[in-house]
């Protein structure tokens, strides 16, 4: 199964673009990146997935590299209710959704 | 959270002790999940479910057991709870209805587990 690496955190400054990137160079043909995002000790949130297009909703933009080796996240003006932490995933065979450490974003005012 | 319900929020027992985690939903979705989530470790599969009796083994899944009689409830047991299984766990559930052919999960609020 299609594995991801993420930084482990990150720095932005409010109102600024995020952009979190994640390598995921074992991911398959027919698997899609997911992002969700986790604050404090709730329940991790998705936020947008994406298969070979690039993505956009009203939380943020997923792009994916044409090889489709890494993505990266955009959020296009951060706030300080963006600060979690936020992770990429590429689902398994049988409907597995693999997490791993993810990045800890902070938003500076 | 979307209809998805985790019993008990708050937990404390003893080491030895049977416990058992119970995940409600009301999205009549096909699949389920239990993660667990420790510090340095983010979020690890424990046990999920593709259907009514249907479970499979995730990437941590010794000393747990889960079973799914109802399309609705996904139990999490931990048969002889020992000090390592203190953890926050999260139940997780999706469905194969995206147009898309994605899945999306949807997680619970959390179980907070104390095992002394």
């Known amino acids: 199964d299609a594995k991801t690496t993420q930084p482990p955190s990150m720095d932005c400054a409010e109102g600024r673009a995020a952009n979190l990137p994640c390598n995921h160079s074992t991911i398959s043909g027919n698997e899609y990146v997911y992002w969700y995002r986790q604050i404090h000790s709730q329940g991790p949130q998705y936020i947008i997935h994406g298969l070979k297009n690039n993505e956009t909703n009203e939380m943020a933009s997923l792009i994916i590299t044409e090889d489709r080796k890494s993505s990266t996240l955009i959020l296009p003006h951060a706030t300080l209710r963006d600060t979690a932490v936020y992770y990429c995933i590429v689902r398994g065979t049988g409907n597995q959704f693999y997490f791993g450490t993810g990045t800890s974003l902070t938003v500076i005012p | ?116």
């Open chain 2, 1 to 116: 959270d979307a209809g998805i319900t985790q019993s008990p929020r708050h937990k404390v027992t003893e080491t030895g002790t049977p416990v058992t985690l119970r995940c409600h939903q009301t999205e009549n979705h096909r699949y389920m999940y239990w993660y667990r989530q420790d510090p340095g470790h983010g979020l690890r599969l424990i046990h999920y479910s593709y259907g009514v009796k249907d479970t499979d083994k995730g990437e941590v899944s010794d000393g747990y057991s889960v079973s799914r009689s109802k399309t609705e409830d996904f139990l999490l047991t931990l048969e002889s709870a020992t000090s390592s299984q203190t953890s926050v766990y999260f139940c997780a559930i999706s469905d194969t209805g995206l147009s898309s052919g994605a899945n999306v999960l949807t997680f619970g609020a959390g179980s907070r587990l104390t095992v002394l």
